[in-house]
């Protein structure tokens, strides 16, 4: 019972100090790149700064923390992608078929989720607030179990 008070009043100080208060979690939509294909470093996809352009998927989720995806607003398409200055530029249907042609890639193959940012964050968030319930669950199964004794 005291180390319990101890914890409590430990718990209390340590979440009042001002650094604890400054800590805000993210969440909210977000607009994510992925990129899925290297093209080759050809004059064809040189961009005009000297850097070459690669395919990436460009997708907005809702999510927290920044590694919580909880759900897909707008599903994800196909972008061309500059890394080094984190651009990307959304190209025709009919010159993006060409480059998957000239490459020998299906779209569907490069066009997708990743299985952790369709599943991953509802399947979390999901035992998160499982846990939760359980723990509030058991303490209450814990409080009736006691009965009083008699002299």
Do not use: C
């Amino acid at each position: 019972m005291l180390t319990h008070r101890i914890f409590i009043a430990l718990l209390i100080t340590l979440s009042s100090t001002s650094a604890i208060a400054r800590l805000k979690i993210p969440f909210g939509e977000r607009e994510v790149l992925n990129k899925v294909y290297d093209l080759p470093d050809t004059e064809e996809f040189k961009l005009k700064d000297g850097t070459h352009l690669d395919l990436a998927t460009f997708h907005k989720e809702f999510n927290i923390a920044y590694i919580l995806p909880l759900y897909i607003i707008e599903e994800p398409k196909l972008v061309g992608y500059n890394k080094q200055s984190d651009t990307y530029y959304d190209i025709p249907e009919s010159e993006l078929d060409g480059i998957l042609a000239s490459q020998k890639v299906n779209k569907a193959d490069i066009n997708k989720l990743p299985f952790y940012t369709k599943y991953g964050g509802k399947i979390v968030a999901v035992l998160i607030i499982g846990l939760i319930v359980w723990g509030a669950v058991s303490s209450k199964k814990e409080e009736k179990t006691v009965e009083p004794t008699t002299v």
